[in-house]
């Protein structure tokens, strides 16, 4: 009856209702089966066989004495290893001795993991404690290499191009106006730019004057901006004329036209003219460099606070691995609101090479992204797993094509290929790595989030993956601690799930105006012998025997779409703002190009559901320009 009611999933390795079973007999029972098979004249003696095939993915076996226990484990060995049940055993053992000793003391104060075991996770697993020189700031890295590379192209728009001499100069003349605006340390300026020179200008001015850049992705709905403008507290909004006109922008922000800045001191004989010198840095790495604004489960995004020093020390930390040099060329291919942006736009400039501003149609063109990578040479290729998805088929049927000549069939430049910003499926790039093989790009998976700046760790990807279950994310950055906790803070032992949090060097300064919500995912470092933070970051994984981490999934209702973190709580608040809706749950779901979101609605009047397919129809796109009006494209189910 169950079977039917529940309809499980049904597979011919498995139990359909469960896989694990714990059999637990007393010598009452064994002594009853014994009595039962007296026979006069007979001695019988019960024996045990052994079953040598698993009817089970695990069974656990006891045998109650009268003065002991016997127990035994039956494993399916193509799921477990024998290494893991030991563990298990040696964990159960240490379990029931800890009932047996202290039978008073709460569930949750039970050790599964010994000192020796407890010290090899939280210890020699974090034995991270590198430091960097991180006395500078990023803009004076910029300077840096616009000192050395002066001609070396910095930026491609189009068929526009800047060297690092001209971007410099023109950032340069766009600070002294911020500054004489009143733009210093930990001062928040709004950019409201298209894909252009002009946006990454603008940026590079607001963090020379001093001040932190607030990304304002002008394609977001109105109330949405509106929202982060007043949220963020910005006096100076960066844009342009164009979108100046769109905006809806509050009578207390003042704002600067880029477009028109640059074309008035474009001259060097103009009137007013700003000068192109590098401003006198005003800042320490402890300032903030940007704030970027997030989903939020409450319905309103939040800002996170990132510093100079954060920034730095990333790709210090990471360039053991990558050796990034001037020759390189990357893509400006996300958004400059998503923070995968920021590995983006100062991987290229930090290091003196190129970065390629996509156009935001070629982002949504695999044919026209291919082209462009093959045209301009790239060799730093970031992308979210889903956004590669649909460049792979074209990239491996140019590959393929025996039709092409030989200077054609290597068209791509690639180094490296770096996956960030949602789970990795490993088992979706065989088609990659039957055409390209596993080091020529080499693939890498980097599993961070905003609040722990862009990246925490790094996992080269192999053909050997394909066949491995699970997301791995690799290994923890030098500078950065991790830790798999359980709901008590206990380290979880190797291969069970728990809450997985960050500490050191990468974490943010917090939640703008939002200090009830940074202490609570802000915390104290229990293991930290200084006075550390550790970042909960909401994500459930489990450590790997070589204290590596596979990504398992979220703990609560957050989902991340193309990269985008989305609070699913925040879209059901918008929809149940309607006057329409008496309630609404939206759920990812996987469809035909990922991930996709799906909302369900209650509507207050019933007849809606009765109704016919246009009636629905129409209150359907109601439901949907209502959520557009407050959320952007990459919210709306």
Known sequence: QLEQTLRPERGMGNSPLFQVMYNHQTESVQGKREASTN?????????????????FDLTLDVDEHEFDFSASFNYATDLF??????RLTKHWQRLLQGIVEKPSQRIAELA?????EQQHIIDDWNDTAVSYDTSVCIHQLFEEQAKVNPNNTALVFEDKELSYQALNQQGNQLAHKLRELGVGPDTLVGIAVERSLEMVIGLLAIIKAGGAYVPLDPDYPQARLVYMIEDSGIALLLTQSHIEKQLDIPTQVS???IDDFLNDNALADSKGVYSRENPVNNNSPSNLAYVIYTSGSTGKPKGVLQTHHNVNRLFQATEQWFNFTDKDVWTLFHSYAFDFSIWEIFGALLQGGKLVIVPFEVTRSSSDFYNLLCKEKVTVLNQTPSAFSQLMPISCAHFNNKNFNEAAHNAMSLRYVVFGGEALDVASLHPWFDS??????????????TETTVHVTYRPLLLSDIDKQGSPIGQVINDLTWYVLDADFNPVVKGCSGELYIGCSGLARGYHQRPELTSERFIADPFSQNGGR??????????QSDGTIEYVGRIDHQVKIRGFRIELGEIESQLQSHEAIRDAVVLAQEGNAGQQLVAYIIPNDNQIIEADSDAQHAFRSEMKTHLQQALPEYMVP
């Open 255 to 257: 704002c600067v036209l």
């Open 39 to 55: 026979i006069d004249g007979l001695d019988i003696t019960i024996v045990n066989c052994e079953n040598n095939t698993a009817k």
């Open 81 to 86: 290893e024998q290494s893991t049940i030991e």
């Open 436 to 449: 390209f093989g596993d080091n020529s790009p080499q693939l890498i998976n980097m599993y961070g989030i």
């Open 534 to 543: 550790l970042y909960r970051t909401g994500d459930l994984a489990r450590y």
């Open 112 to 116: 599964l993991l010994d000192q020796a």
